[in-house]
């Protein structure tokens, strides 16, 4: 079965720093991209990051010299990581874990989600 499990999420003051987690496993994920979405409140889910199985990245705009993505390959689970600095009011939302074979910025092209976990970075 496979599982996509987001933590770290909570409450953080504008310029704060929080890092999430997602933890994939019931299959190998060598061949898929993983990627962070988020939505706010009353907004659809948009793109942030992706990282692939090389380590190499990319970033929306939004958050691009803020966020950093990170993934531990191990042999049966990953562990991708979103290190969130100088946090905006702007950031609040739930981010959502993600994974598809192919990169994509549409919600359509993902294979897998994980429940999200809320942010919400207060003024």
């Known amino acids: 079965q496979v599982q996509l499990v987001e933590s770290g999420g909570g409450l953080v003051q504008a310029g704060g720093s929080l890092r999430l987690s997602c933890a994939a496993s019931?299959?190998?994920?060598?061949?898929?991209?993983m990627e962070w979405f988020r939505q706010a409140p009353g907004k659809e889910r948009e793109f942030v990051s992706a990282?692939?199985?090389?380590?190499?990245?990319?970033?929306a705009d939004s958050v691009k010299g803020r966020f950093t993505i990170s993934r531990d390959n191990a042999k049966n689970t990953v562990t991708v990581y979103l290190q969130m600095n100088s946090l905006k009011p702007e950031d609040t939302a739930v981010y959502y874990c993600?994974?598809?074979?192919?990169?994509?910025?549409?919600?359509?092209?993902?294979?897998?989600w994980g429940k999200g976990t809320l942010v919400t970075v207060s003024s």
């Open positions: 993600a994974a598809g074979l192919t990169y994509t910025q549409s919600t359509y092209g993902i294979d897998y």
């Open positions: 019931g299959r190998t994920f060598s061949s898929y991209v």
């Open positions: 990282v692939w199985w090389s380590g190499n990245t990319l970033y």
